[in-house]
């Protein structure tokens, strides 16, 4: 994917804890893109960041193959013990 990796990078960044973190991502995105391209960039990073809290925040269980693929790293963080779980 054409700038691929400035696009993760960008939105590990937008996600993460330290906004100076962001400085470079977001810059680097900006040089590779345009303001439009950040702009674009930054809503869907926003759009999953949020699609995804309200999915959680009502239950919404994983599919089939996402709960499968997934079972080996839940276990290890622990993520099965929660009640919500329960309903996948």
Known sequence: MPNGRLLASFAEAVLGEQETALTRPRSALAM????????????????????????????IPLEADTAAASADFRAALGLDRFSVAERT
Do not use: C, E, H, M
């Open 32 to 59: 590779a893109l345009g303001p439009a391209g950040l702009s674009d960039a930054a809503g869907v990073v926003g759009l999953f960041n949020a699609i995804d809290r309200i999915a959680d925040a009502t239950g």
